[in-house]
């Protein structure tokens, strides 16, 4: 073979030949971390303007492949108006664009305010409103989480900037739900909002639980607990359930991965079956 018939054999052979591209050094290393990509769940979450702990707290317990994503209503003049329009509407559309697996109701003085039968109402109308995504109140998630776990004497601890009238709207609120509610509780001293530290939440849930209980459900989603849960069942040897923690639990049980959560609350293990 001469050198011109050479070249022409060795061209058309590149040509045939299938193009196969070398990895450069940063793919060979693949040095990508954890983004937090929501890769098992969106999470949306609906909470008041004023309130940072939602958020910081389903971020804190989600394992990863879950993400969250807030949006805001403004301060309600009283707990009934968080759930009215046009805000809480306008706040559920903008998290449907967003596509989460669920939308999440981060506010339980709504639920006290309103009543259970009420409360059902406003449930109903946003769940139409969100397009097929499911929509999660705080109250609903956590009376399926203390029936998962077969509770019947329930503590209530609520935050130190309920009034004695919300106090008592959640005392009469988890009785008719079928619940004997034998200690109901604001923690002391009164106070406007601010952050509470888990210490705090510790020792007085701890000085304000009868051995009697089965379990306790710390209130409102503003008072950050979920810090303090694990501590607490270890003392008090029962279960304890908060605000946040249900809301993750709930939607965590709706796509099979309640098991994935192991520091914050035996909730996580009980029987996931829908």
């Excluded at 001469?2 to 045939?16: K, M, P, Q």
Aim: charged share 20%; with cysteine; net charge positive.
């Amino acid at each position: 073979m001469d050198r011109r018939d050479f070249l022409a054999s060795a061209a058309l052979g590149s040509i045939s030949a299938p193009f196969v591209r070398r990895p450069t050094p940063l793919e060979q290393d693949a040095p990508w971390q954890y983004d937090g990509r929501g890769t098992i769940a969106r999470l949306g979450v609906v909470t008041p303007d004023f309130d940072p702990v939602p958020e910081s707290e389903l971020w804190a317990m989600a394992p990863r492949g879950v993400s969250v994503h807030g949006t805001r209503v403004p301060r309600p003049a009283r707990p009934s108006d968080f759930v009215g329009s046009p805000n809480i509407d306008n706040a559920v559309d903008r998290l449907v664009a967003l596509a989460p697996r669920v939308i999440l109701l981060a506010y339980t003085g709504s639920s006290y305010a309103l009543g259970a039968e009420a409360d059902q109402g406003v449930h109903a109308r946003l769940q139409e409103r969100a397009q097929g995504i499911p929509v999660i109140f705080t109250c609903g998630a956590a009376t399926a989480a203390l029936r998962q776990i077969s509770v019947r004497r329930l503590v209530l601890v609520h935050p130190p900037w309920f009034s004695e009238e919300s106090n008592e709207r959640g005392r009469t609120y988890w009785r008719a739900a079928g619940f004997e509610v034998v200690q109901c509780v604001r923690l002391q001293p009164f106070r406007s909002f601010s952050e509470v530290a888990a210490r705090e939440v510790f020792e007085f849930v701890i000085s304000q639980t009868p051995r009697g209980a089965d379990a306790v459900f710390i209130g409102g989603n503003g008072m950050r607990a979920v810090g303090a849960i694990q501590a607490l069942e270890a003392r008090l040897g029962r279960p304890v359930l908060t605000a946040n923690q249900v809301l993750l639990w709930e939607s965590l049980r709706r796509v099979g991965k309640t098991a994935s959560v192991t520091q914050y609350g035996r909730i996580f293990a009980a029987n996931a079956a829908r």
